[in-house]
Nanobody, 118 residues
Framework: QGQLVESGGGLVQPGGSLRLSCAASGFSLDDYNIIWFRQAPGKPREGVSCIRSSDGTTYYTDSVEGRFTISRDNVKNTVYLQMNSLKPEDTAVYYC???????????WGQGTQVTVSA
C-alpha cells in the first residue's frame, strides 16, 4: 500500500523560505506525476506546482512562479517544494498528490501547514 508523507511546514515571516518534502513509500515516485496543492481556510483547493514523470517538466501557478521550485530526488523517493519570498497569502495547508498516468493509482499525503505571518 502506497503512502505519501509531507513535512517541512511551519511558521515563517513574510519574505522567508521553507522547503516542503513529500516522501513516498510502497511505490516509486518516478513513475508518477507529482502535484503540490494548497488549501487556505474558506477557499477551494488550488494546484500550485507539478512535475511530470515522463520528462521532468515543471509547471507553476502564476501566483508562485519565480518564487517556488519543485524538484524530485528519485534516490530518496522524495519530491520537494522550495518556497522563497513567502507572502501571507501563501498561508495554507499544502498537500502532495501522486498520479500515475493512464492508471487509477492516485495517492495523497496528509498535508502540512504553512503559515506566513509577522
Amino acid at each position: 500500500q502506497g503512502q505519501l508523507v509531507e513535512s517541512g511546514g511551519g511558521l515563517v515571516q513574510p519574505g522567508g523560505s521553507l522547503r516542503l518534502s513529500c516522501a513516498a513509500s510502497g511505490f516509486s515516485l518516478d513513475d508518477y506525476n507529482i502535484i503540490w496543492f494548497r488549501q487556505a481556510p474558506g477557499k477551494p483547493r488550488e494546484g500550485v506546482s507539478c512535475i511530470r514523470s515522463s520528462d521532468g517538466t515543471t509547471y507553476y501557478t502564476d501566483s508562485v512562479e519565480g518564487r517556488f521550485t519543485i524538484s524530485r530526488d528519485n534516490v530518496k523517493n522524495t519530491v520537494y517544494l522550495q518556497m522563497n519570498s513567502l507572502k501571507p497569502e501563501d498561508t495554507a495547508v499544502y498537500y502532495c498528490n501522486a498520479q500515475r498516468p493512464i492508471t487509477p493509482y492516485d495517492y495523497w499525503g496528509q498535508g502540512t501547514q504553512v503559515t506566513v505571518s509577522a
